[in-house]
């Protein structure tokens, strides 16, 4: 994970503190990439930093290209194989759910979802959820056999 990150940094990625990244989909134009602290990115997911529908108006510009930012805040959770397009940023304390497409400004504490995603929620009130829901175990620093015997025991297996 820490290649991973290091490598991203050198292409001009901005990675906060804490986070976790599996991918390294980050467009042709990675430095316009800011990730907050405390982030998790998962595998699949494309960071796209341009709008190749500038080929519209390469007839009267020809070198012309259309970029946009895209940023990251804290605590945010990014799910599988999503898609975020240049020009957007999602706040802080959000959960990007699996297949998500992207783009424009999502506020601090959302949940969102879909192709084109929207808000479907305060992600803050999945902390009450998860607490309930009998899913919960505290395992993630545990050695592997150590977490899968908890894990079992948890679920009687």
């Given amino acids: 994970m820490e290649e991973r990150i290091a490598a991203l940094r050198r292409r001009g990625v901005r990675i906060g503190e804490g986070c ?28 796209i930093t341009h709008d190749a529908s500038v080929w519209l108006i390469r ?3 020809p070198q012309a290209q259309v970029l946009g930012r895209i940023q990251v805040g804290d605590n945010t959770f ?4 999503c898609l975020i397009l240049p020009a957007t940023t999602i706040g802080a304390g959000c959960v990007i759910g699996a297949g998500s497409v992207v783009r424009g400004i999502i506020p601090d504490n959302s949940i969102v979802i879909g192709n084109p995603c929207r808000v479907v929620g305060r992600a803050s ?20 056999a150590e977490r899968e015997a908890a894990i079992r025991r948890h679920f009687g297996l």
Avoid at 20 to 45: C, H, M
Avoid at 78 to 81: A, F, L, P, R, V
Avoid at 125 to 144: Q, W, Y
């Fill in 125 to 144: 009130l999945l902390k009450g959820c998860h607490a309930g829901s009998g899913r919960m175990v505290d395992t993630l620093h545990l050695p592997e």
């Fill in 78 to 81: 990014i799910g599988e194989n």
């Fill in 59 to 61: 007839p009267e510009r």
């Fill in 20 to 47: 976790q990244v599996f991918t390294t989909s980050f467009s042709t134009e990675p430095y316009l990439v800011d990730i907050g602290n405390r982030v998790g990115i998962s595998g699949g997911t494309q960071f």
